[in-house]
């Protein structure tokens, strides 16, 4: 006897939570011929390709304007999810969303960020992984000119929190650069991870453009 799970129960478990949402998702695991209409459950030996076949033809979202319109983009079907986290676009988290847009423009390149406590270090570590190269100095401590001369060269992009533990005496080693460093210099004062990262986007975007 092989076991099975109850479809509706599954599929809320994947973040089809409203029952619009899963009749979407039934009619297309019908439509894969997955399983039949009237049918209340599913063999556990199919559940792996049912959910390739969800994830292949929908695109589960939650209502931010950002991932509304990542749906639109993704050329699937668009579902909308619930709960939150179950999000493809930010799992319910702006730092998430926030993070995988500013990566979309920066790429697998050099960021460093003076200013943060390490709680704060720590999401971003999370956040980022291996996507690109993080260089975190703390704000709160002495930084020698040739440490930050060092973080300048390092980096093709440095991030001042200024809204967060920084001290003059740190972000003045890195303002003091000469011009061509300069540039690679954005000074934030908005705080929180999502906005320090959207403030580096549209850095990003208009020397970009
Ligand atoms: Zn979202």
């Not at 009237?38 to 969800?54: D, H």
């Not at 304007?65 to 990542?70: G, P, R």
């Not at 996507?131 to 001369?149: I, M, N, P, S």
């Not at 210099?185 to 975007?205: C, P």
Request: charged share 25%.
């Amino acid at each position: 006897m092989s076991a099975d799970v109850a479809i509706d129960d599954w599929l809320k478990g994947l973040g089809y939570g409203s029952s619009e949402a899963r009749s979407t998702a039934r009619v297309t695991l019908e439509a894969a011929g997955l399983t039949r209409q009237g049918k209340q459950r599913l063999s556990n030996e199919k559940l792996a390709r049912a959910r390739a076949v969800l994830s292949e033809q929908l695109y589960l979202h939650c209502q931010s304007a950002e991932c509304v319109q990542a749906a639109a983009h993704s050329g699937k079907l668009s579902v909308l999810c619930e709960p939150k986290p179950s999000c493809q676009s930010c799992g319910g988290s702006d730092n998430q969303r926030a993070a995988h847009d500013f990566v979309a423009a920066f790429g697998r390149r050099r960021l460093c960020i003076v200013g943060g406590s390490p709680s704060v270090w720590e999401e971003l570590e999370r956040l980022f992984g291996a996507q690109l190269e993080l260089r975190l100095v703390d704000g709160t401590q002495r930084r020698t000119v040739d440490h930050a001369k060092a973080d300048l060269e390092w980096a093709d992009l440095v991030l001042l929190w200024g809204a967060s533990e920084l001290h003059h005496k740190v972000s003045m080693q890195y303002t003091n650069a000469g011009p061509a460093q300069k540039k690679k210099v954005l000074h934030v004062t908005r705080r929180g991870i999502a906005q320090l990262l959207a403030a580096g986007l549209e850095y990003l975007r208009r020397h970009s453009a």
